[in-house]
């Protein structure tokens, strides 16, 4: 019963349901939605019309799907250096000899279609709805292609994902010496190029599947990026409504490295180049200067936060509640393994307090983020939200493990997990049904991620200061006992 939106209407019940009105989520206690079609017809705490279905979750939260602005979609590197640094010596840093001998696609095209198609479905499990794709080009040889991108699209239409899609493109990188002196390179034609493939991409796919594969420019990181890059993707991107992500503010490495090219901060720098518009979404944020939050409010741009990957290195966003008391739009991102946005705002509540006391964010701020922030970023009114004429893009989350509080969304903050995501919906069509997504055989796909992974692992010598072997890159936690 799940091939597509069905006829007539459904009606989802449940103890708790997130609703929408006056600009604001609001809880209704013993709540009903209505989907008819692709939409939302009805939020409240009963209906009088007739349906044709009715499925009733008990205790659960029936929620607007998450938006996640920087959603993983390769299998992630970055939890290889949770405890192995400093990343230019562990294969975060593409050394010189692996640059002169030329560096190569370490992953096949089929492969990369694969961890596009399993990444997607991950997403789906975690309550995702809406996402923007984010891979590491550490391991590529330059940035991403339209084949994968065009394989994603096929995978997203499939899958009922709505995405917003568009390969990353650079014209720099970063190399290092075999102290750990790291400088920029630059092939700009080649980023040009990239950018114009992009684009040519983008005029291809923008509203295709009914409308929920749209099209996004992104530009690798601000360090990789020279101006003319940056404005030349500001024009494209402005004249066709695209949203633009751009990385940036995130790294000391980064900070160094726009400094010695351009002679200020990094977001001080897109705003001079004239390409800080309110399209642009600027993940992480968490090195920015007060100055520089003042121009990414004054342009209207969004923050995308992501706060378990910038925990896990050690990092947090100074400040989440600063931020937003500039007027500035913020959504989330996971940008890591695993896709769990429940998870994810945790860790932004947890950060946030520890940075500016208890008292500075409650757990509406965090939700509100990971929902409404990022419709906004999007400029989608239709999204994010559970009312009449929205999109019906629906996470439901079981509570019947969980300890509950009095509210649901405070339960979410304090006991649940992506794990508790039970049915999702997107675009009135149910895409997963009681943890399972029609298609996907979770096993089977788990193993094949790992086997790539581990095959991705045996390469990092190649592309590591020094060459060491792998068990060098990576040491274990405790000494390892063989036969």
């Known amino acids: 019963m799940m091939e597509g939106a069905k006829p007539g209407r459904t009606l989802l019940s449940a103890r708790w349901v997130i609703g929408h009105q006056g600009g604001r989520h609001v809880v209704h206690e013993n709540g009903v939605v209505v989907i008819e079609g692709t939409g939302v017809l009805h939020v409240g705490t009963d209906f009088d019309g007739a349906v044709a279905r009715r499925i009733d979750y008990g205790e659960a939260v029936i929620s607007p799907g998450f938006i996640d602005l920087d959603a993983l979609s390769d299998l992630d590197t970055t939890i290889l250096g949770f405890d192995n640094g400093p990343a230019w010596q562990k294969g975060r840093v593409w050394p010189e000899s692996y640059v002169n001998r030329g560096p190569y696609e370490m992953y096949t095209p089929e492969e990369l279609a694969f961890q596009k198609r399993h990444a997607f479905a991950q997403l789906i499990r975690n309550g995702i709805t809406t996402a923007l794709p984010i891979a ?226 409650r757990s509406e701020d965090m939700f509100d983020a990971a929902t409404l922030g990022g419709a906004q970023a999007l400029d989608r009114a239709d999204l994010g939200r559970l009312s009449p004429g929205a999109k019906a893009d629906i996470a439901v989350i079981d509570l019947r493990h969980c300890l509950q509080t009095p509210d649901p969304v405070q339960t979410l903050m304090t006991a649940a997990s992506g794990r508790d995501m039970r049915d999702v919906w997107i675009d009135g069509r149910q895409v997963m049904a009681d943890g399972v997504i029609p298609g996907v055989d979770a096993a089977a796909d788990a193993a094949r991620a790992q086997a790539q992974f581990d095959g991705l692992i045996a390469k990092y010598p190649d592309r590591t200061a020094g060459h060491p072997p792998v068990c060098e890159i990576f040491t274990p936690s405790y000494k390892r006992v063989t036969p």
């Open 136 to 361: 590491s080009l550490f391991y590529r040889a330059w940035g991403e292609t339209v084949a994968e991108f065009e394989a994603a699209a096929a995978a997203a239409e499939d899958l009922g994902l709505r995405v917003y899609l568009g390969p990353a493109y650079r014209t720099g990188g970063q190399v290092t010496d075999e102290a750990g002196n790291i400088r920029a390179v630059f092939d700009e034609a080649r980023g040009l190029e990239g950018l114009a493939e992009a684009a040519d991409f983008a005029r291809r796919v923008d509203g295709i599947a009914g409308g929920r594969i749209r099209a996004m420019f992104a530009p690798d990181r601000i360090e990789t990026c020279t101006g003319t890059l940056l404005q030349r993707t500001a024009e494209i991107a402005t004249e066709m409504g695209a949203p633009v992500r751009l990385h940036c503010s995130q790294s000391p490495v980064e900070l160094h490295l726009v400094r010695e090219q351009h002679g200020c901060a990094p977001i001080e720098w897109l705003s001079r180049i004239g390409a800080l518009r309110d399209t642009w979404l600027l993940p992480h944020g968490t090195q920015a200067t007060d100055a520089e939050f003042d121009l990414i409010a004054e342009a209207q741009a969004t923050l995308v936060h992501c706060p378990l990957v910038a925990a896990r290195h050690g990092g947090m966003l100074k400040s989440f509640p600063k931020a937003r008391a500039r007027g500035i739009n913020i959504g989330l991102g996971t940008d890591t393994h695993p896709a769990d946005m429940i998870l994810n705002m945790q860790i932004g509540m947890m950060t946030a307090r520890l940075a500016e006391g208890v008292s500075a964010v």
